[in-house]
C-alpha cells in the first residue's frame, strides 16, 4: 500500500533505545519525529551515539515530503553518506521503508516498523555500490525504541 | 551554539530567523520567513523556509533546503520546494558576496538561487528555467531583515 504523511503523525515526538550498530558496536539511539513543511512534511533527527554519549556513530536529519506528483520521499544529509534522496518504498500500514543511494554511490535503506502501539523496530545497512544484497544474516543497525517520555518526579 | 567549521563560517551571517516580503514567480506576494539553523557541530545547515498571504495567514509556499560541503568545499543543497518537488543544486561562481546556486529540476527545468547580504538585508533570488534553449520564467525575489521583538517579562 502506499503510505502518507498522515500514516506516521502518531509517531511524532521523540524515541529512544539502545541496539546495535551495523559494525556491532552496541550503540544509544534517540531519534524524534516532527510535523514538517506547515504539516505536509515529516521531519525526522537521528542520532545514534556510543552507550555514554560521548561518540556520535551516525547522525540523520531528513525530511518526508510529497512531490509534486504525489510520491512521498526524503530528502536527507547523513554524518557518513553525505546528502541523500530516499524514495519511500510502498510498504504495510505501520512501515516506513525508504531506500536511496548516497552521491558516492552506497546504497542506502532505513526502515522503521510499528511493532506495537509504543514501539517502533528500526532497521538500517548500507552497503557499496555493486554490493551483495543482504539476506537477513547480514549485518545491519537495529533497535527497538519507545517513546522517551519526560521524567515524572515522584509522588510525594 | 555551533562550532565554526568552514560551513558555518559560510553562514555565520544568515544563521536564524529573517523575514521579508516575497514576491514568487508565479507574482503572488506574501511573507517569507527563513530560518538557518546548523547541526552536527557545523556539519549540515538547514533552511526552512515558508511563505504566507498576510491577509489570510495562509501558507502558499513552503520548502527545505539541507546545506553541506563537497569535497571540493563547494557548497551542496539538497532542496524541497512543495511546487517544485526535489533538487540538488551545486554552488557555481558568482561574485565574493553572493552564494549561487543551480540544479536541475524534475520536467528538464533548471533552478538557480542566489543569496546575497547587503549590510542588514538578506537578498533572495530565485529562478526557473524551462530547457537548454527555454525561456526564462520570472524571479522569486524577497528583501528579508531579521526581525525584531519586544522583550517579554520573563527575559
Redesign the interface.
Known amino acids: 500500500m502506499n503510505n502518507g504523511i498522515a500514516d506516521y503523525l502518531p509517531w511524532v515526538g521523540v524515541w529512544a533505545g539502545v541496539g546495535d550498530t551495523q559494525a556491532g558496536q552496541q550503540t544509544a539511539i534517540r531519534t524524534d519525529f516532527v510535523p ?3 504539516g ?2 515529516l ?1 525526522m ?1 537521528f542520532e545514534a551515539w556510543d552507550t555514554e554519549f560521548k561518540t ?1 556513530y551516525h ?1 540523520v ?1 531528513a ?1 518526508l ?5 504525489g510520491v512521498l ?1 526524503a ?3 547523513s ?1 557518513i553518506h ?4 530516499l524514495e519511500l518504498t510502498p510498504d504495510d500500514e505501520g512501515v516506513m521503508a525508504l531506500a536511496g543511494e548516497s ?1 558516492g554511490r552506497n546504497h542506502i535503506s532505513v526502515t522503521f516498523v510499528q511493532d506495537a502501539p509504543a514501539e517502533l523496530l528500526f532497521m538500517a545497512f548500507w552497503r557499496p555500490a555493486g554490493g551483495n544484497v543482504p539476506d537477513g544474516d547480514d549485518p545491519r543497525m537495529t533497535c527497538r525504541l519507545k517513546p522517551a517520555t519526560p521524567w515524572n518526579s515522584p509522588t510525594v | 551554539m555551533a562550532m565554526t567549521t568552514p560551513l558555518v563560517s559560510r553562514f555565520q551571517s544568515m544563521l536564524g530567523y529573517w523575514r521579508g516580503p516575497n514576491q514568487l514567480e508565479t507574482g503572488r506576494h506574501g511573507l517569507l520567513e527563513m530560518h538557518f539553523h546548523s ?2 557541530e557545523g ?2 545547515v ?1 533552511l ?1 523556509a ?1 511563505t504566507w498571504d498576510t491577509v489570510t495567514g495562509e ?1 502558499f509556499s ?3 533546503g ?1 546545506f ?1 560541503l563537497k569535497h571540493d568545499g563547494r557548497l ?1 543543497e ?3 520546494v ?5 533538487c ?1 543544486l551545486h554552488e557555481t561562481d558568482d561574485e565574493p558576496d553572493v552564494l549561487a546556486l543551480l540544479g536541475d529540476l ?1 520536467g528538464g527545468r533548471t533552478m538557480s538561487v542566489s543569496l546575497r547580504l547587503e549590510d542588514d538585508e538578506l537578498l533572495l533570488t530565485s529562478q526557473l528555467k524551462a530547457g537548454v534553449v527555454g525561456k526564462d520564467l520570472p524571479r522569486t525575489v524577497a528583501r528579508l531583515k531579521r526581525y525584531d521583538r519586544p522583550p517579554g517579562e520573563g527575559a
Not at chain 1, 553525505?82 to 534522496?85: I, K
Request: charged fraction near 10%.
Open positions: 514538517a513543511l506547515d505536509t512534511g521531519q533527527h556520535l547522525g536529519r525530511v515530503a510529497p512531490a509534486p506528483s520521499r530528502l536527507a544529509y554524518t553525505g546528502p541523500l534522496l552521491l | 547541526h552536527f556539519e549540515l538547514q526552512d515558508y501558507t513552503a520548502g527545505t539541507l553541506a551542496i539538497n532542496l524541497y512543495g511546487r517544485f518537488g526535489f540538488m524534475p
